[in-house]
């Protein structure tokens, strides 16, 4: 094997980045600017038409291990290049839908191809192309999702305004496809078949100089560590349907409809931030630590919504920007823990079972937030719930982390 070239290393960092762009922030962090404009072009409740969304969360998180499978017999590029495809061409015959039910079917479509780039197989791929500095890695890779939803949301919010929900959707389509180009070239699932080995592995052994990997061999899937893990993953990603109602929350409390598209790209900035954070607090002080202060900032942002809903906007924007903390621990801080009590070789297999509740948990969420304002008219309810979730997951991680300390994680 010869000499690990980090050009190549960082080549692939660079299309995990666009990928979870791609999939996080265009597809699934972005397309709640559209739940207003639609549903009343339909005539159906915001519930109903963010079904579609939950439909299309479902389908990848229940493919996850089916991927996790097709990663290892099925080269890479051609996984990325038909499930882009698939994705893009379901969100661009969005734009010709005129009923709800056709939503749901083209939500299901996009959901199978969002499964070959989503969350798991991009932390699966940094898994395997980095030891060193893993936690900023995954951190600054899924960063990404944030940049691109604030970045897209107020362009689709815009262009929905000036072209119409139709053309938004072909341009989402575009753009989602384009992000995917540089895995297609770049990628491969293992280091090892570039002739590489891992940044930050020793190059003439190959193995890796973190101590992480080696207690961890064959463990069982069905484990009390699972079961919790899973458990607070299903939780804490309910809560991150919020952000996807913000600009229907914005204008329940009062403010005009650009105040609610500042609210999204907020959230998406804390989100880009708060990232990053995670990732190089979980190299310092250990993932569960790193949690837990992404939990409880997340706890206060949704406190500040609660309480200071009708201040001025920039009061309500700064809070979206902390309320942002959600997605660094569902989307960082879970596979980080994953592979922290499974170990890199169980990674795959073992977040493929956890990815399914990440992916339930926000599904659902995203039609119960809606439904709940459906039936109360406001979004007090959806808050409060959203607030005692993070209060429990603070005590769930808390014995997690003492369970993981006194060896019983996987007894």
Not at 98 to 119: D, E, K, N, W
Not at 216 to 240: D, E, N, R
Not at 284 to 313: E, K
Request: charge should be positive.
């Amino acid at each position: 094997m010869r000499k690990s070239h980090h050009t190549r290393h960082l080549l692939v960092l660079v299309s995990c980045c666009l990928m979870a762009a791609s999939s996080i922030g265009v597809y699934t962090n972005s397309v709640g600017v559209f739940y207003t404009t639609v549903s009343a072009d339909l005539g159906v409740g915001r519930g109903a038409f963010a079904l579609h969304a939950t439909l299309c969360a479902l389908v990848t998180g229940f493919l996850s291990p089916l991927s996790a499978r097709l990663m290892k017999k099925i080269r890479f590029r051609v996984l990325i290049i038909a499930g882009s495809t698939l994705a893009a061409a379901a969100t661009a015959l969005m734009s010709l839908a005129g009923s709800v039910g056709l939503f749901y079917a083209l939500g299901i479509l996009r959901g199978i191809g969002l499964t070959f780039f989503y969350i798991m197989p991009v932390t699966t791929l940094i898994n395997n192309w980095f030891r060193k500095r893993h936690g900023m890695a995954v951190g600054i890779a899924l960063s990404f999702s944030g940049l691109a939803g604030a970045a897209f949301s107020p362009l689709f919010s815009a262009l929905i305004s000036s072209a119409g929900w139709q053309a938004s959707f072909l341009w989402m389509a575009g753009i989602g496809f384009a992000l995917t180009v540089p895995a297609m070239l770049f990628v491969s699932f293992r280091p090892e078949n570039a002739g590489l080995v891992p940044y930050g592995a020793d190059e003439k052994a190959g193995r890796t100089t973190e101590p992480n990997d080696a207690p961890h061999k064959k463990q069982m899937i069905f484990s009390p560590a699972m079961a919790v893990l899973c458990g607070m993953t299903l939780m804490h990603t309910s809560v991150t349907a919020i952000a996807q109602h913000f600009p229907g929350m914005g204008e329940w409390m009062g403010y005009e409809s650009s105040v609610g598209a500042v609210m999204v790209s907020a959230g998406m900035i804390g989100n880009i931030v708060s990232k990053l954070i995670i990732g190089t607090l979980s190299d310092r002080i250990g993932p569960f630590r790193a949690g837990m202060c992404m939990i409880l900032v997340n706890a206060l942002s949704l406190t500040g919504l609660l309480l200071l809903g009708g201040f001025a906007s920039w009061i309500i924007i700064g809070i979206c920007f902390f309320y942002g903390s959600v997605y660094a621990f569902g989307a960082v801080g879970i596979p980080l823990l994953t592979r922290t009590l499974f170990g890199t070789e169980n990674y795959a297999s073992s977040y493929a079972v956890v990815s399914i509740f990440t992916c339930v948990g926000s599904a659902l969420a995203l039609t119960v937030v809606g439904l709940v304002y459906d039936l109360t008219g406001g979004y007090t309810a959806a808050l409060a719930g959203a607030l005692g979730i993070d209060l429990v997951n603070l005590m769930i991680l808390l014995g997690l982390m003492r369970m993981a300390g006194k060896r019983q994680v996987l007894a």
